[in-house]
């Protein structure tokens, strides 16, 4: 599946500025990744209902992992998708940006 921005519309222009690594395909890519995470997450939580009952599965670590994975990768998108940091995001110098702007440390 790739989603496009479309034709006129503002992500389409994101994409055209940032051709090969289009801002559409990133973030169907982020969503992509964390609906599998959210998958994976269930399939290890909740066992297929028998009866009136299904059980239930805690693991002490790995499934957080899985939920931040999900957490992260769909903020990924919001980020990516929204109207304002959008066009910072397509500038092409985020982690620029990002480092000159973090305080020094002493």
């Not at 989603?3 to 006129?8: A, D, I, K, S, V």
């Not at 290890?44 to 992260?72: C, K, M, W």
């Not at 397509?90 to 020094?104: E, L, V």
Request: hydrophobic share 35%; charged share 15%; proline share 5%.
């Amino acid at each position: 599946m790739v989603m496009r921005g479309q034709p006129g519309s503002a992500l389409a222009g994101d994409d055209a500025k940032t051709d090969p690594y289009q801002i559409s395909h990133s973030a169907c890519t982020a969503l992509s990744v964390a609906v599998d995470h959210l998958h994976c997450f269930r399939s290890t939580f909740a066992g297929d209902p028998q009866g009136n009952s299904v059980s239930i599965t805690l693991h002490t670590h790995g499934q957080y992992s899985l939920l931040r994975g999900a957490f992260e990768n769909s903020a990924r998108a919001v980020w990516m998708l929204g109207p304002t940091l959008r066009r910072y995001a397509s500038s092409g110098d985020c982690a620029h940006r990002s480092a000159s702007t973090r305080s020094p440390t002493a």
